[in-house]
């Protein structure tokens, strides 16, 4: 799953980046223009011309139409027209006389003016400014002469073609209608024209994520938007690189003729997971046993994680010999399950895969291995995940006492000091870092919970406060109710051997990733 296959995909990669990317970016390249009209009318005052504008994209070749209207006007008794208003109105599309009148219309336009606007492909020479955009313009005005016995109105009509090279930042005037001595008086006009101009609209900047697609069988059809883009190889994965930014369908078809679809959101940079069709299991837990530290496990259906039944009563919380000096109490923890090792990638792919939801923007240095914990993972997202298992993130009391016990250990395995038979710790950067989980037996808490000290460090529930011990409740706390960071306990592959305590408290502002922050659920038990 996470490494892309070669193989038999790689026949179908180009097909995979038209059907994905580079077509939709051909059908998105068309170049447009935009283009604005305005129709003013110059008073016979010093009073504001009357004006409005419209304005929209066109991609080049095609047509794009506006209308403007200037005036309202009346019949009157001699089959002539009298004056409602002077406004000017204006609007996209073609005006074919038939539409409902504009809000605030009560008579008829006196003046009609439709263009037709079509940008050229440009043949211009660049220009000072750089960019010109040609412009094909059909230019209809139509003129009320008087209205006919049955109360129509009667027009004349003039139209002409003409063709503009207009430069950014400047436009092109074009005279509509040089008003007449009853024009002047009635609308209080000397004339009016139309102003277009326009600017070459650059294409957006296409961005791309990646999808790596699980069928149940190799050799499966891979389609994305309905086109075939390859096969999954003998690992049953594809991966599609350079899928453009947003909505798709994924699908396969295997050879028993079994057809499977699954939308998916692809953010860009990112790789996203999906198995469509794929069967996900209830939320069920199902009864394993007793551990060999004489405590009931659970497996959880739905990743196949064991659980720790860990029981209720007080234990005592916090360390003063640990660093940070977190202050003892005693605090009362009600029953609960918690996952006996870390959460490893194989059990979040299954997340992302049923989800949609791409891998993390950061992956490890050391690769992504199946049986190790995930990580660069987030505290929201980590919430997502055991809230999908059909559990929560446990809660700082509960990690602390699975980790310790009753007995007042400083670590989850006693008073001995770490050395690499019981944890995970102090690896170099630029080595391998994590370890599987469960790899160090010797180092398992009174429960049985293995890599409760070091490996990752592990989200809790608890909101950050440093100095939350000083007011939590003796039972059940559940962390402050607000705050800008999340606590993690247990330490981690990068820290020094001290941070393994058991009561060792760290924290993570909201949305922060990193390559040893990890996480494992909690439960109310069934």
Known sequence: MKNPPIGTVFRGLLAGLLAAGLAGEVEGADPRVAVRLEALATPMTAAAANACTASREIVVGVNGSFWALVGQVHPDADRAWSVADSEIRCGTSAFAGTEPRPNGFSGVPYVKIEASITPQKSVTPLTRSGTASDLAVLLTVRKLSGFSATGQPVYGEVAQRRRFTIESGEDALVPVLAADPREEGEFRIREVMLRIDARPVSAPATDYGHVSIRSDSAGAEIFLDGGLVGRTSHDKTAFLRNVRVGDHEAQIREASGRVARQMVHVPKDLTVLVAPGASVAPNRLVVVGKNDRGYEEYRRNRDGAVMVKIPEGEFHMGNLDTEGHPQPHTVYVSTFLMDKTPVTWAQYDRFLEANGWPLPPDEPYWGIHDDQPAVFVTWEESRAFCEWVGGRLPNEA??????????????????????????????????????????????????????????????VEDWWDADYFRVSPKKDPGGPTTGRAHVVKGGSWDSRPSVLSASSRNFGYIGYREGDYGFRCAADPP
């Open 398 to 459: 509960e990690r602390e006492k699975a980790a310790r016990g009753t007995d007042e250990r400083k670590y989850p395995w006693g008073d001995e000091e770490p050395n690499p038979t019981l944890g995970t710790f102090r690896h170099n950067w630029g080595y391998t870092a994590s370890d599987p989980v469960g790899s160090h037996p010797a180092g398992a808490s009174p429960y049985g919970l293995l890599d409760m000290g070091g490996n990752v460090w592990e989200w």
